[in-house]
């Protein structure tokens, strides 16, 4: 089978370079996972804007870090799991609290009913249990909420599955493995 490898910039389009010139003023860099997405810059572009409108709704950014968590966690996404363990300890979690995330439970009311609902989710292919959705509309959220957890889910569902296909290097630091 034919590997798919981390593109140099001058293995992409004129377009993907472009995109990866704002990657690189936004992060820093332009991580393995992205640069491969942008074999196509449709997929690349389609993906960053997708996101970035979901990022303007209303979860938190550490809200936002733990849907990715649990999701990349109940894909087995080991660079998701990289990626995103920095980003939610730069949004103020704990270690630990990204581990217990991780699992599916934490103390607090709200973040607690918005992972349960996402990890039955990604595990159930979109039909979790009734008492999850009921448990997040009495956290404070309504049908809207809904909808962007469903688009926040499908955004790390899609760079898992990137990752599981191509397997590409890990440029973040491993997460900690769950006991």
Known sequence: MKSINVPARDQVSTESQLL????????GKVPNLYATIGYSPNALKGFL????TLNKGVFTPKEREA?????????GCAYCLAAHTGLAL????TKEETISIRKGQVSDNKLNAIIQLGKSIAENKGKPG????ENFYQAGFNEAA???LIGLIAVRVYTNYV???TEVP????PAEPLN
Do not use: K
């Not at 804007?49 to 970035?52: C, I």
């Open 163 to 165: 990752f599981a296909l």
């Open 170 to 173: 890990l440029d973040f630091p």
């Open 67 to 75: 849907i990715a968590l649990v999701v990349s966690e109940v894909n």
């Open 49 to 52: 804007e997708y996101e970035a």
């Open 90 to 93: 730069r949004t103020g979690f």
């Open 130 to 133: 009734n008492d999850l959705l």
């Open 20 to 27: 990866f010139d704002q990657l690189t003023q936004r992060l």
């Open 146 to 148: 809904v909808m962007e």
